[in-house]
């Protein structure tokens, strides 16, 4: 590892760089720069995939995995949260470790995520269930946890970069707020596209704090519903601006 300047304010940074020289080579080089900050629970990783093969690289995906063992490692239990992309596991009671562990997906939309029992084989070591949704792990067991983002398409030279926050938290609540936290560092404020269908609270469209959404109101009558994580207390300010010449007398209710 070297010392490197964090992009991030009151951050330090960590890099260093590895290939894929040891295992099913498609050439590319990985520089991996971890950023931290104290007082902080979390610590945002960034991985730069740089293209060297010298030809186009095609349906390309970016995993993150993690066999945490929290504890007496077959009593986990654990979830998916898809409003902060954010994939986690306790010890169920916390009696050897009460604490809570997950990681999060930051500079893309999540293509799969999973917890599971057993080996790597299934849903690491293979390309083939890599876009599975399933994260239910309410029954204590010995879990692995995996999200991923893609598939991503590489020109010769390109770099493509995927960022995770890994994260702890002393209750759910605390490791989700880090996760809100992270992710509002990494991606301070974005333009979103509207996701139909959202004209009810079944298919609400996740946003997180700082998005702004591109959207219309289509037909008279026509309501949006969208969705994201806060804290008992907090203050949350909602605006809307309209196109030039629109005639439309929106509102908001919570």
């Known amino acids: 590892f070297s010392n490197?300047?964090?992009?991030?304010?009151?951050?330090?940074?960590?890099?260093?760089?590895?290939?894929?020289?040891?295992?099913?080579?498609?050439?590319?080089?990985?520089?991996?720069?971890?950023?931290?900050?104290?007082?902080?629970?979390?610590?945002?990783?960034e991985y730069r995939i740089v293209n060297q093969s010298g030809s186009p690289i095609s349906d390309?995906?970016?995993?993150?995995?993690?066999?945490?063992?929290?504890?007496?490692?077959?009593?986990?239990?654990?979830?998916?949260?898809?409003?902060?992309?954010?994939?986690?596991l306790n010890e169920s009671g916390g009696s050897n470790n009460p604490y809570y562990y997950?990681?999060?997906?930051?500079s893309h939309p999540v293509a799969g995520h999973v917890i599971w029992t057993g080996g790597d084989a299934p849903y690491v070591r293979s390309t083939t269930n890599l876009t599975t949704r399933s994260s239910s792990a309410g029954t204590p067991g010995d879990y692995r946890n995996q999200l991923n983002a893609g598939p991503f398409n590489i020109a010769a030279n390109e770099t493509l970069t995927v960022a995770f926050a890994y994260l702890g938290g002393d209750n759910l609540n605390a490791l989700k707020?880090?996760?809100?936290?992270?992710?509002?560092?990494?991606?301070?404020?974005?333009?979103?596209?509207?996701?139909?269908?959202?004209?009810?609270?079944?298919?609400?469209?996740?946003?997180?704090?700082?998005?702004?959404?591109?959207?219309?109101?289509?037909?008279?009558?026509?309501?949006?519903?969208?969705?994201?994580?806060?804290?008992?207390?907090?203050?949350?300010?909602?605006?809307?601006d309209t196109a030039l010449g629109s005639g439309l007398l929106g509102y908001f209710a919570v």
């Open 177 to 240: 707020q880090s996760a809100q936290t992270a992710y509002t560092i990494y991606r301070p404020s974005r333009i979103v596209p509207e996701i139909e269908p959202n004209n009810d609270s079944t298919y609400a469209q996740a946003l997180t704090l700082g998005d702004t959404v591109a959207a219309s109101i289509g037909t008279l009558g026509d309501v949006d519903y969208y969705k994201f994580y806060a804290t008992a207390g907090d203050t949350i300010e909602i605006t809307a």
């Open 60 to 88: 390309l995906f970016a995993l993150s995995s993690a066999d945490f063992d929290i504890g007496s490692a077959t009593n986990n239990v654990g979830g998916f949260d898809s409003t902060l992309s954010l994939t986690y």
């Open 4 to 45: 490197v300047t964090s992009r991030f304010a009151g951050f330090t940074a960590f890099r260093t760089s590895f290939d894929d020289a040891w295992e099913n080579q498609i050439k590319v080089k990985v520089h991996q720069i971890v950023h931290t900050r104290p007082g902080d629970k979390f610590s945002i990783i």
């Open 102 to 106: 997950g990681f999060q997906l930051l």
